[in-house]
């Protein structure tokens, strides 16, 4: 009786939500929980647009979210420790590598806020800024950013970091970047886990360097094929390549040996013309010679 009237005090709009997660849950092989802070409402309906016709983007209250994982299962339900902060679920039909890879390409440029902690080292670049001499000569110097009037422009005097890397961002330096262009965030939706079969896939596991597997699969196929090569082991690949060495080996052999078979005897004969050669030259450089001492001892 007391859960019928609890249930009762849920909104039937909550309930169908709640519903509709189950449902897509059962109509896609994977979902994955992604964070989406920092994010404004514009932005989601772009990345709404984006992933249309690959993914879909459910965006609920974390406790409605959380009902529906728990209700669909206690393996789904394992999913809800990764629902914190600003989350939302995604569903889609491809694999966890390439939802992994399409979400980090809604990544974009993102200005930073006053107070905010720095990711990473922040810098301006030396060059010129487009902007006349004015009070934001003032407001860049007065942010750490050496400026000076170069060709009637403010310009950047030197690279330099303004903001090291988990320092806080004053106020002066957001509004100096913001004017600049100079964006340090890359905001998007950031992949938490995903549920495939049974199995939570995280970043560290989705995160896949393929230019490095690339090139990691191209080494590898060179290096077994000098394998099969140099170890005479004849595969479908190599064999052509096993049979010219092979030839190119017997081929230097009768040649050192000096054997008189059909391959090899025209490459002797050159050989023996090339000595020949030589030996005369060197004969006729010391008969010279000599003519030249007897000449000069007349």
């Known amino acids: 009786m007391t ?11 909550k309930m169908d939500e709640v519903d509709n997660v189950k449902d897509l849950i059962k109509s896609y092989k994977i979902f994955g929980v992604v964070s989406f802070e920092g994010i404004m409402a514009s932005q989601i309906q772009t ?11 459910k965006v609920l209250r974390n406790t409605l979210n959380a009902k529906a994982l ?18 939302a679920l995604i569903f889609t039909n491809d694999n966890p590598f390439k939802l992994y890879k ?10 930073i806020k006053a107070g905010a902690i720095a990711p990473a080292d922040i810098s301006v670049t030396k060059g010129p800024t487009g902007f006349p001499p004015g009070p934001l000569l003032g407001e860049f110097q007065s942010a ?4 000076a009037v170069e060709a ?44 495939e079969n049974g199995t939570i896939y995280l970043p560290s596991v989705l ?18 094929n000098n394998l099969s090569v140099n170890a005479a082991i004849p595969t479908a690949d ?43 030259k060197t004969v006729a450089v010391k008969d010279a010679n000599a003519v030249d001492d007897e000449l000069k001892n007349l």
């Open 102 to 111: 399409n979400l980090s390409k809604t990544k974009t440029p993102s200005p």
């Open 207 to 224: 995160a896949v360097d393929e230019d490095k597997i690339f090139a990691d699969l191209v080494a590898a196929a060179q290096q077994a």
């Open 3 to 13: 859960e019928s009237r609890g249930a009762e005090k849920i909104p039937q709009w």
């Open 152 to 195: 009637g422009k403010i310009a950047i005097k030197e690279s330099k970091v303004v903001c090291k890397a988990g320092e806080k961002v004053s106020p002066k330096l957001a509004a100096a970047l913001n004017k600049l262009e100079i964006y340090p965030l890359e905001v998007g939706l950031n992949l938490r886990a995903v549920f």
């Open 47 to 57: 990345m709404r647009r984006d992933l249309k016709g690959t993914a879909v983007l």
């Open 70 to 87: 728990n209700e669909s299962g206690d393996e789904i339900s394992e999913m809800t420790q990764y629902i914190e902060g600003q989350s």
């Open 144 to 147: 750490g950013i050496p400026t």
């Open 238 to 280: 190599t064999i052509e390549a096993i049979l010219q060495k092979a030839h190119r080996e017997a081929v230097n052999l009768g040649v050192e040996a000096v054997i008189l078979e059909e391959t090899v005897v025209e490459i002797l004969i050159g050989k023996a013309n090339v000595e020949m050669v030589s030996v005369a």
